[in-house]
């Protein structure tokens, strides 16, 4: 079974730190494990141990959830969507496979500031598919 490691992002000034679990190999294909509502990381834990060797997962808690910031505001899917991109950036992550469940695949995939950064993505799954009227970046579902 793989290592899983916890830390902390600090995303920056105005935004809430993220718990996140990380486990994989440094230099392999960056994985972004997004949960749904009222959950964690926690919920990718078993897994982040059964991990195949080629990726380097990360799954942080968002905003609001867990032991994540709680600010006063900032709920809506953008807020979501620019606390991933700004995730990402302290990582490093230029792109990633971004994958989540129930609103965690559908929120950052389905909200207009995700759609502004479908490059960062080299490819999208949900396990739900993002309903008719959202507004899902071109490539979310394909590689």
């Not at 380097?56 to 991109?85: M, N, S, V």
Request: net charge positive; proline share 11%.
């Amino acid at each position: 079974m793989a290592a899983v490691a916890v830390h902390n992002a600090v995303l920056g000034e105005g935004r809430p730190v993220l718990p996140y679990a990380e486990t994989g190999r440094s230099g392999g294909t960056p994985l972004v494990l997004v949960h749904g509502y009222l959950d964690s990381w926690w919920t990718f834990e078993p897994v982040l141990r059964r991990m195949p060797p080629g990726l380097h997962a990360y799954a942080p808690t968002q905003r609001g959830h867990g032991d994540a910031g709680k600010p006063p505001d900032g709920y809506l899917p953008e807020d979501f969507a620019a606390d991933l991109i700004a995730f990402m950036d302290g990582l490093g992550l230029e792109r990633a496979v971004l994958a989540g469940g129930s609103s965690g695949g559908c929120r950052p995939a389905s909200s207009r500031a995700a759609g502004r950064t479908a490059w960062r993505a080299s490819s999208c799954s949900a396990s739900r598919p993002p309903s008719p009227t959202s507004h899902a970046p071109p490539n979310c579902g394909t590689r």
